[in-house]
């Protein structure tokens, strides 16, 4: 199968047209990432726009990114954060942390958006250290291999009722291939059966497709 359909793009860019509110903000983060030779791997825009949708749905005050890369995935929570609400986003690349710093000044949140610098497993636990939690929402979106351990340290910092989602876990459909060597697949595998082990959790995914390609999201409540 190809990576990408045109018509995918097609949909993505007539759906960002007819719902995603223009704001320059976010052209201006994705221009800078791109100056600086990030990765084009952040959120399409209609799903930056569902985490803004969610975080306003629950009336999060508190969230959790995995991930911020320069910062477009972060900026879209922040549009969905509750006044006076603050985000905690974990980085490990210090030249994305610098990006992403800028964008949150010039979109003028640098002041409710904490970004923690460092391998996120060991921040992760500093979080359960000092109580940080519990979060309202919880976005994982860093590398896919230390999945299974992400959601772990997402439940213990969660609260009923806090919704847990992870990007990236179809791969174009790898993610059937139990046999795979891909740490990636392996990542997304172990964490599924950790889920579905998981008595305190409710879980589904929903496969993807758009403008980066074929893939999907995995939504978890935390029951209890
Ligand atoms: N959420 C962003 C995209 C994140 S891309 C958006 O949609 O806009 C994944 C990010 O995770 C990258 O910036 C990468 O540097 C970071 N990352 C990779 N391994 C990590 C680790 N062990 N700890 C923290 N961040 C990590
Ligand atoms: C890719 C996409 C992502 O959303 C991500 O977080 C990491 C990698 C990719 O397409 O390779
Ligand atoms: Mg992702």
Redesign the pocket.
């Known amino acids: 199968m190809s990576r990408r359909e045109p018509l995918w793009d097609q949909v993505d860019a007539y759906l960002t047209d007819t719902f995603v509110p223009r704001d320059d903000v976010f052209a201006a983060a994705l221009a800078d990432s791109a100056k600086a030779g990030?990765?084009t791997?952040?959120?399409s825009p209609p799903q930056?726009r569902l985490l803004e949708l969610l975080a306003r749905a629950l009336g999060a005050k508190r969230i959790l990114?995995?991930?911020?890369?320069?910062?477009?995935?972060?900026l879209w929570l922040a549009r969905g954060l509750a006044p006076g609400g603050r985000i905690v986003t974990?980085?490990?690349?210090p030249k994305?942390a610098e990006v992403a710093r800028r964008n949150f000044e010039r979109a003028g949140r640098a002041d409710a958006i904490e970004l923690r610098l460092?391998?996120?497993?060991e921040?992760l636990s500093r979080l359960v250290a000092e109580r940080a939690g519990p979060f309202d929402l919880v976005?994982v979106?860093?590398?896919k291999a230390?999945l299974p351990d992400y959601f772990s340290w997402s439940v213990k910092l969660s609260r009923p009722g806090t919704l847990i989602v992870v990007?990236n876990v179809i791969r174009e459909g790898d993610v059937v291939d139990a046999a795979s060597p891909d740490p990636v697949i392996q990542g997304v595998r172990r964490m599924n059966e950790r889920i579905a082990a998981e008595p305190r959790v409710s879980a589904t995914t929903l496969q993807t497709v758009g403008g980066k390609g074929y893939d999907g999201l995995a939504l978890v409540l935390v029951d209890r």
């Open positions: 990030l990765p791997i952040q959120v930056g990114e995995i991930g911020t890369l320069g910062g477009y995935s972060t974990l980085e490990l690349d994305h460092g391998p996120a497993l921040t976005f979106d860093a590398d230390n990007d």
